[in-house]
């Protein structure tokens, strides 16, 4: 990965699950409403900050999950703004952080060239489904020469290309958060995305792998639809 220079505008994405409180849903219809309202408010404002914010929902599909948010935005500080003014208002204030991954875009150091399946996440019309996950590779991976790292990488590569459809992008956490890395996969297909990690699983870059748990996996949905959902509408 080639450093950039200081002062470069930098690009730090978030993938935040956020759980509601069960207690919420015993609340009148009106007070709901009212908190939902308050919600998409503190959206709106994250939005006039600069923060940019594709929401899914989780509900029923993992534990103490109901909202997932990716986030991008120039700073971390701005991040922390918007989950601040979230947080305070309506809706906010019953929901909890189950997990957040954090991670900053930058130049792969295997890839000279990102097609359009990569780095993608940003553009375009939105799939379906996000699947996002932390991951962290081994000591020994870092510790083998640029030449034997690439070559196990370009069969890993290789894998991706037979799946077109599915758009990927890898944000680094070094320094950031616990793992080295936030992956992200967009898709229509989840029967084509799960062949896509089993045979992925059969390549020789498995071997470096130390963790890639939780996955987590959302529905893109617009906030009105999950409000709906949730029962805020």
């Not at 909202?67 to 979230?86: C, D, F, N, T």
């Not at 894998?159 to 992956?183: C, E, K, N, T, W």
Request: proline share 6%; with cysteine; hydrophobic share 40%.
């Amino acid at each position: 990965m080639t450093p950039e220079a200081p002062g470069e505008p930098q690009t730090y994405v978030q993938a935040l699950a956020l759980g509601l409180d069960p207690v919420w849903r015993r609340r009148t219809d009106e007070e709901r409403h009212e908190d939902g309202c308050r919600f998409l408010e503190a959206e709106a404002t994250a939005a006039v900050a600069g923060i940019r914010t594709i929401p899914y929902s989780t509900i029923g599909l993992e534990p103490g999950v109901d909202v997932l948010l990716w986030r991008m935005a120039p700073s971390i500080e701005q991040l922390e703004r918007a989950a601040a003014g979230l947080f305070r208002v309506g809706l906010g204030r019953w929901l909890s952080v189950t997990h957040s991954f954090m991670g900053r875009i930058g130049p792969s150091q295997y890839v000279r060239k990102p097609t359009a399946q990569e780095q993608s996440l940003f553009d375009g019309d939105r799939a379906r489904y996000l699947i996002v996950y932390p991951f962290t590779k081994t000591a020994e991976w870092y510790l083998l020469p640029k030449e034997a790292r690439q070559g196990v990488m370009n069969e890993h590569m290789r894998v991706g290309h037979d799946y077109p459809s599915i758009r990927q992008m890898l944000a680094y956490s070094f320094g950031l958060d616990s793992q080295d890395f936030l992956v992200a996969y967009e898709t229509d297909d989840l029967v084509a995305f799960g062949d896509l990690v089993r045979a992925l699983r059969g390549t020789e870059s498995r071997r470096s792998t130390v963790d890639d748990t939780p996955i987590l996996l959302g529905v893109h949905r617009s906030l009105d639809e999950i409000l709906s959902l949730l029962g805020a509408d």
